[in-house]
């Protein structure tokens, strides 16, 4: 299984965006990916309202 920093860009993007929209009724207009950590992926996400969130994801094993 890839973790989250190997796996191809849009893929988590789409996933993560999916997520927050399905399990905590966060709808994204943006999300960035943050270039840090080893073991996760993680991410700033903005709504349309401003709001931000960051955002750690981390691999299933």
Not at 1 to 8: A, K, L, S, V
Not at 20 to 25: A, N, S, T, V
Not at 30 to 43: E, Q, V, Y
């Amino acid at each position: 299984m890839r973790t989250p920093t190997q796996e191809p860009d849009g893929s988590i993007r789409s996933r993560v965006s999916q997520t927050l929209r399905d399990e905590f009724g966060i709808e994204t207009s943006r999300l960035d990916r943050i270039h840090a950590g080893t073991a996760t992926g993680n991410f700033t996400a903005t709504t349309s309202g401003g709001a931000r969130w960051f955002v750690k994801v981390r691999s299933e094993r």
